[in-house]
Nanobody, 123 residues
Framework: QVQLVESGGGLVQAGGSLRLSCAAS????????VAWFRQAPGKERDFVAV???????YYADSVKGRFTISRDDPKNTVYLQMNSLKPEDTAVYYC?????????????????WGQGTQVTVSS
């Protein structure tokens, strides 16, 4: 069982930066892949980035080069550094975890979810 809690969201101007955190509790977190998804009002929940247990990463094209996902296993925390933010990045951001070795980008591949944190980028 893994429990996830996101933090770090807020209001930022276009071009600014935020760092989201996903703190996990539970056993064997270091063996889990952790992803970030986001959901804008009226839209589906979309994949943003994922990091595997051994540090492999993969990003959505829309955030590649601007966002960086990382993990600190001794702290049971995964981060999403978001730079050069755009108004279209506005959404609720969720972290999700799964036990597995491969990169997955669909919501149904993840069994554990946090409650989400709001990110608003003003123009």
């Amino acid at each position: 069982q893994v429990q996830l809690v996101e933090s770090g969201g807020g209001l930022v101007q276009a071009g600014g930066s935020l760092r989201l955190s996903c703190a996990a509790s539970g056993r064997a977190f270091s063996t889990y892949a952790v992803a970030w998804f986001r959901q804008a009002p009226g839209k589906e929940r979309d994949f943003v980035a994922v990091i595997t247990w051994n540090g492999d990463t993969y990003y959505a094209d829309s955030v590649k080069g601007r966002f960086t996902i990382s993990r600190d296993d001794p702290k049971n925390t995964v981060y999403l550094q978001m730079n050069s933010l755009k108004p279209e990045d506005t959404a609720v951001y969720y972290c999700a975890a799964r036990a597995g070795l491969t990169i997955k980008t669909k919501t149904y591949d993840y069994g554990y979810w946090g409650q989400g944190t709001q990110v608003t980028v003003s123009s």
